[in-house]
């Protein structure tokens, strides 16, 4: 009877202990986009800027796609979320992406692909994100714009003075895809609620070592002078200290 007792206790602390037993806990991991143009918050159509040759311009569209997330934690691990998000100005809700399925815990880096990789690129049209009806799909190359943008110079010899720049391909030697690599200053921990906030400075893409003359260069919509546009818009990414 005794031993009948005790081996009922054991089984029922074997319940409790199961019951009480919690599994790594993988939640959402946040990421704000903010795009600028050098220090002053993008505005559609209202704004005028200035590129690194003291040429004014305005932006009507801006947009890019994202995707591939590596995450690093503090341990030096990495956690890979496949899939690709489209930053589009015009649409808020699509400034914030949420990873899905990251476990918790403190991350001190990040890196992403800024356009679609080479296999995506030849798995032709597809949903989502990749939805041609996004107007980020060339029908005519069977392949993804990477970066968009669009607007007005007074400096620009096309039809009704309008930039057009429409960055993508991935085949050598003008192979566009960009990797970004950041080191966040303050590790974020997951499963506390925090939002990465990442700027992305969308002047760059006239700047750096490749610097763009309206007058001569106003609009990119193939792979001639795709990659030195691509070059600089590589580093347009910082991450926000907030």
């Excluded at 994202?66 to 649409?91: A, R």
């Excluded at 991350?107 to 996004?134: E, H, M, W």
């Excluded at 007074?154 to 192979?175: A, D």
Aim: charged share 20%.
């Amino acid at each position: 009877m005794v031993k009948k007792i005790i081996h009922t206790i054991l089984i029922i602390a074997a319940l409790v202990a199961a019951m009480s037993f919690t599994a790594p806990h993988n939640s959402m991991f946040t990421i704000r986009f903010e795009n600028y143009v050098g220090d002053k918050p993008l505005r559609l159509d209202s704004v005028f800027y200035k590129n690194a040759l003291g040429q004014s311009y305005n932006v009507s569209m801006f947009k890019y796609y994202v995707g591939n997330f590596h995450l690093t934690n503090s341990n030096g691990q990495e956690v890979v979320s496949k899939g690709y998000f489209l930053i589009n100005q015009e649409e808020k809700n699509s400034m914030q992406v949420t990873i899905d399925n990251i476990a918790s815990g403190e991350y001190k880096a990040i890196r992403f692909t800024l356009g679609v990789d080479s296999i995506d690129n030849c798995s032709g049209a597809q949903s989502g994100a990749l939805d041609p009806v996004n107007g980020m799909f060339w029908a005519w190359n069977s392949g993804y714009i990477f970066l968009k943008m669009e607007g007005i110079s007074p400096l620009s010899k096309s039809t009704g003075k309008r930039l057009e720049f429409h960055i993508g391909g991935y085949k050598e030697p003008n192979n566009c895809i960009k990797i970004i690599k950041l080191e966040l200053k303050h590790p974020i921990k997951q499963g506390e609620n925090n939002i990465l906030v990442i700027k992305a400075d969308a002047g760059c893409l006239f700047s750096g070592s490749n610097p763009v003359d309206f007058s001569t260069l106003s609009s990119v919509t193939d792979f001639l002078n795709a990659k030195s546009m691509a070059d600089n818009y590589s580093s347009m990414f910082s991450v926000i200290d907030k």
